[in-house]
């Protein structure tokens, strides 16, 4: 269904993205900048879940919000990616390792179901301990401070980063592993 309220929650992540990205923009000072993003990004990243979680316990599940959660969580990771970068935050390598990854497993994933093998690089647990890697880093690296007055949020969040760096190429390797009978098969 294209408008329920899991789907809602998918479309109001997009809708938050250029907020998130705008919000350095704005005339204010970095502290507020920083303290701002992190709290959008953390609450449109709960909506990740909530989505999942409202769409199977309201049995509204579909094909097009299937398809829109992914795109969504892409769309924030790499947009959030991308303005660490411009921040200097973090190294354009680390934001290249994790881009580049999500598009081959996107096509990979397009392709196996153009051949009818989706089930081959169907989501796995080391994909989603990635995805939550990500998910804790990119809200360190967006404060850009001290948390609590202790926790030096840009150390945390540049180690974090570099793990799910790890984790993404691992995810990467495993998911093309997968794929390679199903490919050998239909190239042959």
Request: aromatic content about 12%; some cysteine; overall charge positive.
């Amino acid at each position: 269904m294209f408008f329920n309220l899991p789907t809602l929650l998918t479309w109001a992540r997009i809708v938050a993205i250029p907020l998130i990205v705008g919000i350095f923009y704005l005339e204010l000072d970095s502290g507020t900048k920083n303290l701002v993003a992190t709290v959008l990004f953390v609450v449109v990243a709960l909506t990740d879940w909530a989505d999942g979680y409202l769409a199977r316990k309201l049995n509204q599940t579909s094909s097009f919000g299937a398809f829109l959660d992914p795109v969504a969580d892409k769309f924030l990771v790499c947009a959030s990616l991308l303005i660490l970068v411009q921040l200097g935050r973090l190294e354009a390598l680390v934001a290249l390792v994790i881009i580049g990854r999500e598009i081959a497993i996107s096509a990979l994933r397009e392709w196996m179901a153009q051949i009818g093998a989706s089930r081959s690089v169907a989501v796995h647990m080391l994909g989603k301990l990635k995805t939550t890697v990500q998910m804790v880093a990119i809200p360190f690296l967006l404060y850009h401070g001290a948390l609590f007055g202790v926790i030096d949020t840009q150390a945390w969040g540049t180690w974090l980063i570099y793990i799910a760096a790890v984790l993404t190429i691992w995810s990467m390797v495993y998911y093309l592993q997968k794929a390679l009978p199903e490919i050998r098969a239909k190239v042959r």
